[in-house]
Nanobody
Framework: VQLQASGGGLVQAGGSLRLSCADS??????YGWFRQAPGKEREFVAR????????YYADSVKGRFTISRDNARNTVYLQMNSLKPEDTAVYYC??????????????WGQGTQVTVSS
């Protein structure tokens, strides 16, 4: 199983970025994103069910971030709008999520850095 994340970068506050995560090797029921800021623990951001498209978000990103998946391309996206400096973190895609916690993730992708300047 491989989860290849991309799309991070440097953006000004109020801007937007779209992260992508291409998966291969296996299909999962759930996909999502976590993030880890410097000196902090990795935290849940968003997750979704592949078939029903049901989505869940952390309160801190609700209304600003949108998770989606293109099943034909085996790619999960995280559209991030109205970015804030506190969104700065390494973002990790994840698959096989049974709960919105680090321990509830079966597979991790590599991270992609998102930096939001004020």
């Amino acid at each position: 199983v491989q989860l290849q994340a991309s799309g991070g970068g440097l953006v000004q506050a109020g801007g937007s970025l779209r992260l992508s995560c291409a998966d291969s090797g296996r299909t999962f029921a759930t996909y999502g994103w976590f993030r880890q800021a410097p000196g902090k623990e990795r935290e849940f951001v968003a997750r979704m069910y592949r078939v029903s498209k049901t989505t869940y978000y952390a309160d801190s990103v609700k209304g600003r971030f949108t998770i989606s998946r293109d099943n034909a391309r085996n790619t999960v996206y995280l559209q991030m709008n109205s970015l804030k400096p506190e969104d700065t973190a390494v973002y990790y895609c994840a698959a096989g999520i049974t709960s919105p916690t680090v321990d509830g993730v079966e597979y991790w992708g590599q991270g992609t850095q998102v930096t939001v300047s004020s």
